[in-house]
């Protein structure tokens, strides 16, 4: 196995584990990750459009609509007309959601300073920097994809 398969597995493993930690935890408020990841973007920009929610989501529009529909009904987020355009709803949390979306987000804080507390801040410092090389070239290389793909279909 090339070093390049080896961290690629490795990051694979890694993200593996840290998803199966985020859903125990965040399962203990009775939401998926993805659930509590609507909460927060919604948190972050209260009126948010089921698109947007779905863009910064990176899922489809049905997946959204089930996630919104459901998080509406366990009280978490109410539904409100665009104020200018009557086709678009607007997404608000609750007051309950903010609590929840306050709760899971300090309880996930203290798990990822536990979760990561083996790693020493030197080390945590190269690893931030070349992650982050990481992450702008695989968005990069996503966009360059999208990009071949949208090509393809329109010709």
């Known amino acids: 196995m ?9 990051l694979k493993t890694t ?16 939401l998926s990750p993805t659930r509590y990841y609507a909460l927060v973007h919604i948190a ?12 910064r989501l990176l899922c489809d529009k049905s997946n ?4 919104v529909k459901g998080l509406e009904k366990s009280g978490h987020i109410v539904r409100k007309p665009h104020e200018t355009d009557g086709r678009t709803l607007r997404l608000y949390l ?8 306050t709760d899971i987000s300090a309880a996930h804080r203290a798990y990822n300073e536990s979760r990561l507390s083996c790693i020493s801040e030197i080390s945590q410092g ?8 990481l ?3 695989l968005q990069e290389d996503l966009s360059h994809m999208a990009q071949a793909v949208n090509g393809y279909y329109s010709d």
């Not at 090339?2 to 490795?10: G, I, P, Q, V």
């Not at 972050?44 to 863009?55: A, F, T, V």
């Not at 190269?126 to 090389?133: G, H, K, Q, R, V």
């Open 2 to 10: 090339s070093d390049r398969e080896a961290l690629y597995n490795l």
């Open 15 to 30: 993200f593996i584990l840290l998803d199966d930690g985020d859903r125990r935890l965040i399962g203990q408020f009775d």
């Open 44 to 55: 972050e920009k209260p009126g948010l459009s089921s698109s947007e929610l779905s863009d």
């Open 64 to 67: 959204v609509t089930r996630i």
């Open 94 to 101: 609750t007051e309950r959601g903010e609590a929840v979306c």
């Open 126 to 133: 190269n690893l931030l920097e070349n992650l982050s090389i």
């Open 135 to 137: 992450n702008e070239s």
